[in-house]
């Protein structure tokens, strides 16, 4: 499994950035597909996550009202939308995915994925 990720950049505060991250060399057409951060020295977490092929999805209440997920399933592609960003949204993005359930709850640092992207860097200043 390859994630492809793309998106990441610059922004001031209060601006919007689109993260997009395709699922390659897969035969999965369906799994848990999402996003974690990682600032620096602090601990990663959760952002959002969806059921790809599906309708089921959940962001983070730390960013929930100013992030939403979205997919293409045909395109096997997730998207995040990142409204109203803050200095605090500054960090390492990656894509995530699993074959099997979402397995993600209230602690977002401890949603669980088989899968990881390269990373793309939001920096919000």
């Known amino acids: 499994v390859q994630l492809v990720e793309s998106g990441g950049g610059s922004v001031q505060a209060g601006g919007s950035l689109r993260l997009s991250c395709q699922v390659s060399r897969s035969t999965y057409s369906v799994g848990c597909m999402g996003w974690f951060r990682q600032a620096p020295g602090k601990e990663r977490e959760g952002v959002a996550a969806?059921?790809?092929?599906?309708?089921?999805?959940h962001v983070a209440d730390s960013v929930k009202g100013r992030f939403t997920i979205s997919q293409d399933s045909a395109k096997k592609t997730v998207y995040l939308q990142m409204n109203n960003l803050k200095p605090e949204d500054t960090a390492m993005y990656y894509c995530?995915?699993?074959?099997?359930?979402?397995?993600?709850?209230?602690?977002?640092?401890?949603?669980?994925?088989?899968?990881w992207g390269q990373g793309t860097q939001v920096t919000v200043s």
């Open positions: 969806t059921w790809l092929g599906g309708t089921t999805a």
């Open positions: 995530v995915f699993d074959s099997g359930p979402c397995k993600i709850g209230n602690d977002a640092t401890r949603w669980e994925f088989t899968h």
